[in-house]
């Protein structure tokens, strides 16, 4: 016979599941146009459990953020920028995530201007930021050379702006990115190449 849940134990799971409605309709939707009671119903929910999990749709979008960049901290070779998308057909479990990723990195351009503006929320979103930094900072150490001119720190951070630059790029316009060309660059950078 299964164990009931916990109170604590059913909280996160509604935390998780408006967190999960949260990605879908903000990717779906933008950040802009993203409403709490359409996020709550998806999750099976009334907008009272996003109140009672967060203090509002800024909040939510920050916590799935941090879900996010679990996920591809966890799993480095994921990235939102798929330099194959659209270049042939996928299988369509595939293309439902590229789409959701791309959606939602939509709505984090959004979310970013507007929390560049907003005081409490910069500090907010630059924490995320660092955090991805962070990540780069550490795979840019593991492959540089000594004799290199730049610190880790300088490299993780070109390395984040490759990145961020491209998909920026991709998302804008649907410029394909040679997935070869991109990989070049990125070991030259790491001087791997």
């Known amino acids: 016979m299964k164990k009931p849940l916990t109170r604590e134990e059913k909280q996160l799971q509604t935390r998780e599941l408006l967190i ?53 901290l966890d799993n480095p070779d994921m990235t939102v920028v798929n330099a194959y998308h659209g270049r042939y057909p996928l299988p369509p479990e595939t293309q439902k995530l590229i789409d959701t990723a791309q959606g939602f990195a939509l709505a984090t351009l959004e979310f970013t201007a507007a929390a560049a503006r907003d005081s409490e929320l910069r500090p907010q979103i630059t924490a995320r930021l660092s955090r991805q930094l962070d990540s780069y900072t550490r795979d840019a150490a593991k492959s540089r050379s000594d004799d290199d001119p730049l610190t880790a720190e300088e ?39």
């Open 20 to 72: 999960d409605s949260a990605r879908t309709v903000f990717s779906r939707d933008g950040y802009h146009a993203a409403r709490l009671e359409v996020i709550a119903t998806e999750a099976g929910f009334t907008k009272g459990a996003v109140y009672s999990n967060f203090s509002g749709k800024p909040e939510l979008f920050l916590a799935v953020i941090d879900a996010n960049l679990d996920i591809s």
């Open 155 to 193: 490299l993780g951070f070109f390395l984040s702006a490759l990145e961020q630059g491209t998909s920026i790029h991709i998302l804008a316009g649907g410029i394909p990115v040679d997935h070869s060309a991109y990989t070049e660059v990125v070991e030259r950078i790491t001087r791997r190449a």
